[in-house]
């Protein structure tokens, strides 16, 4: 079956302007995590969405990031006013449920480069 | 102290060697453990959970120690497919947050 999918792939963007990364988790999963990994680095949790509750923004590096889940289903990561440190790559994940044995799968992250 | 640490290596082992690799955890309320495997310039996929009675998956045993707070992964018979970052990763009890470990890197050569 079809996995998680991420878009854009790669974006390259200039400091200062507002990117969208989109996410849309395996039909079904309820559990959605939004995670940055930087070059040589583990993977930063971001935020989670868990069904309708409200989502778990603790990650969250500043104000300039949220992220949205809609319908239960497909998530939006959005940087305001991108600075060169955001560079990283965004890796969203999902789980079938909140349980603490299940299984994550990830999509194949987007690639943001901040000139 | 970081809460998940790991030896970043690189291991580099022949093929055919057997290898381990351990995991340091900082929380002693930590519940679940995994091992998830990465690919240069790919996601991470769950390569094995870790239960409290240790656990094999054909090549691959996981061990956790909890009086240590270590969780440990071998490798046995190494093949030049393995070489990949092993990724630990923690979840404290009533989180649903793991926390990542920034990878151990193995590079299997001929």
């Known amino acids: 079956g079809a996995g998680v999918s991420q878009s854009p792939s790669n974006k390259v963007t200039e400091k200062g302007k507002d990117v969208e990364l989109r996410c849309d988790p395996i039909s079904g999963h309820t559990a959605l995590y939004w995670y940055r990994q930087s070059l040589g680095q583990g993977l930063e949790f971001l935020i989670y969405f868990q069904g309708n509750s409200a989502p778990d923004k603790s990650g969250l590096p500043s104000d300039r990031f949220s992220a949205e889940r809609t319908g239960g289903s497909v998530s939006t990561l959005t940087i305001q006013r991108t600075q060169q440190e955001d560079s990283a790559v965004y890796l969203c994940a999902s789980s079938r449920g909140a349980g603490n044995q299940e299984t994550q799968y990830f999509g194949p992250g987007t690639r943001l480069l901040v000139l | 102290r970081k809460e998940v640490e790991q030896d970043p290596g690189p291991f580099n082992v022949p093929e055919g060697a057997t290898v381990a690799f351990n995991c340091t955890y900082s929380?002693?309320?930590?519940?679940?453990f995994f091992w998830y495997r990465q690919d240069c310039r790919k996601e991470p996929k769950l390569l094995m959970s870790v239960y409290s009675s240790g656990n094999e998956d054909g090549r691959f045993t996981a061990q956790l120690n909890r009086a240590s707070q270590y969780i440990s992964l071998l490798i046995r018979d190494s093949k030049l497919s393995d070489s990949a970052t092993y990724l630990c990763?923690?979840?404290?009890?009533?989180?649903?947050?793991?926390?990542f470990g920034r990878g151990t890197s193995l590079i299997v050569h001929p």
């Open positions: 929380n002693s309320a930590s519940q679940s």
């Open positions: 990763v923690v979840m404290r009890g009533g989180s649903y947050i793991p926390t």
